[in-house]
T-cell receptor
């Protein structure tokens, strides 16, 4: 299953609402996860089952979608949110990641 | 506190072998599914292999037949034996504790370590 993220990069300002799309090549129900990665660091697990926040993740992050179309939304971008975001499907092997979306200032 | 400590990376010649280790603490290792994820320099994330809590193993196509995932419960350690390495295997390798949900055998990946770098070059 291929995951296509869009855009591949975006520029935004602190306080902006940011939306990242992830499209699957076929239906994956809600078996979709989101990660945040900052330079030189391991990815951080943000959201599972398309819309459930991992413990400790700020509520400004939200996820939605099912089937083939998914969205990660940051309601009010904070300085620490500038990073690269990846979606990942866990519906079937081989497990796959999207190509990533870099959120820049 | 959950801790994952990867080790064993380094420089290896094409065709060579390397064994990565991930020593864990802070949770009941034997009851968790564990995974290796890698990231080539400047590239995205790639799933490599999973060892389920039931002992089943899964591999990505590019590593099938060359890599072997295993665990030693007595040492709280997950391994990745990598043979016949090529330049395409050059990457940072992360160990992950799987977060299971629904009916999936894999769930999500909680990567809390710093990773270990593997460089395949002559």
């Amino acid at each position: 299953i291929q995951l296509t993220q869009s855009p591949s990069s975006l520029s935004a300002s602190v306080g902006d609402r940011v939306t990242i799309s992830c499209r699957a090549s076929r239906s994956i129900s809600t078996y979709l996860n989101w990660y945040q990665q900052k330079p030189g660091k391991a990815p951080k697990f943000l959201i599972y089952a398309a819309s459930t926040l991992q413990s400790g993740v700020p509520s400004r992050f939200s996820g939605s979608g099912s089937g083939t179309d998914f969205t990660l939304t940051i309601s009010s971008l904070q300085p620490e949110d500038f990073a690269t975001y990846y979606c990942q499907q866990t519906y079937t092997s081989p497990l796959t990641f999207g190509g990533g979306t870099k959120v820049e200032i | 506190e959950v801790q994952l400590l990867e080790s064993g990376g380094g420089l290896v010649q094409p065709g060579g072998s390397l064994r990565l280790s991930c020593t864990v603490s802070g949770f009941a290792f034997s009851t968790y599914t564990m995974t290796w994820v890698r990231q080539a320099p400047g590239k995205g994330l790639e799933w490599v292999s999973t060892f389920t809590r039931g002992g089943d193993t899964y591999y990505a196509d590019p590593v099938k037949g060359r890599f072997t995932i295993s665990r030693d419960i007595s040492k709280n350690t997950l391994y990745l034996q990598m043979n016949t390495l090529g330049a395409e295997d050059t990457a940072m390798y992360y160990c992950a504790q799987n977060f299971l949900y629904g009916t999936t055998w894999a769930g999500g990946f909680d990567m809390r370590g710093q990773g270990t770098m593997v460089t395949v070059s002559s």
